[in-house]
């Protein structure tokens, strides 16, 4: 159990702002154990936007505290993972090939394609958001920020890292296995469940096979993920299941 809470902590100092890890010693081998645990830190997010909303809903409009929500969430993962979105979009844009490509996403410099791709990602799960009947908006608060973590436990799970030079996100990528993406998809199994019964499983099957197309796309064009892969994932899977629910009710 302790072990599985000093996890939980390496997850949570990766995913988010949070100093709570400074006392832990981290190896490779911890960092891959803990992105199992990655889905139940964007529980814990999710939790935070709703306690959030709760607090503020009889005080502000509506639209303006969904803004405020995203930015919530913005903040408390230091843009993690939409710096990464801007990165693939350049380089999946502009690159002819595999190689291009992967130079063009470790410019740390931001492209036309990259600003618009993450423009219209924000814009999507903005509206997405706002539309959501209030009876469903405390379950995709909590359910969408999983999600989206749980993505990249698929997507380092299920492929490898393509730059030969190594990176942040590689350690994950060689680290993680089978049991970490087994836990992490219990873990999101059990929210859609209790968030959206069994409309829940629906909404699971649908955004597996988002992330599986995800996966054939990202194979396919470079080989495999990196780092910003990973990130974007997590960015699209969240727009994805604010527009699945959305559909569904």
């Known amino acids: 159990m302790r072990k599985s809470w000093e996890d939980f902590r390496v997850a ?15 190896d490779d081998q911890r960092l891959g154990r803990s992105m199992g645990l990655f889905p139940a830190v964007g529980l814990a997010l999710g939790l935070l936007l709703v306690v959030c909303n709760w607090l503020l809903a009889p005080l502000l409009p509506r639209a303006v505290l969904d803004c405020l929500l995203l930015l919530l969430l913005i903040l408390a993962t230091g843009a993690l993972h939409l710096d990464g979105i801007a990165d ?3 380089g999946l844009a502009g690159g002819r090939d595999r190689e291009s490509s992967l130079r063009i996403m470790k410019d740390s410099r931001v492209g036309a394609m990259g600003v618009v791709g993450l423009v219209m990602v924000l814009l999507l799960k903005y509206l997405s958001l706002y539309h959501l009947p209030l009876a469903q908006k405390a379950g995709a608060l909590i359910f969408m920020p999983a999600a989206g973590r749980w993505c990249q436990v698929f997507l380092a799970s299920c492929s490898s890292y393509v730059r030969n030079e190594g990176g942040t996100g590689s350690v994950f990528v060689d680290q993680v296995g089978r049991a ?7 873990t999101l199994l ?5 968030l959206f019964s069994y409309q829940g499983l629906l909404l699971l099957v649908l955004v597996l096979v988002f992330a599986a197309l995800l996966l ?11 780092g910003d892969i990973l990130g ?16 569904l009710y």
């Open 12 to 26: 949570c100092a990766f995913l988010t702002v949070f100093p709570v890890a400074g006392s832990l010693s981290i």
């Open 180 to 186: 970490e993406l087994l836990l992490g998809s219990l």
């Open 232 to 247: 974007a994932g997590t960015e699209f899977v969240e727009v994805f299941s604010l527009l699945a629910i959305l559909a």
């Open 88 to 90: 693939m979009i350049d």
């Open 216 to 226: 054939h796309y990202f194979e396919r064009r470079i080989g495999g993920v990196t």
């Open 190 to 194: 059990l929210a859609g469940l209790v």
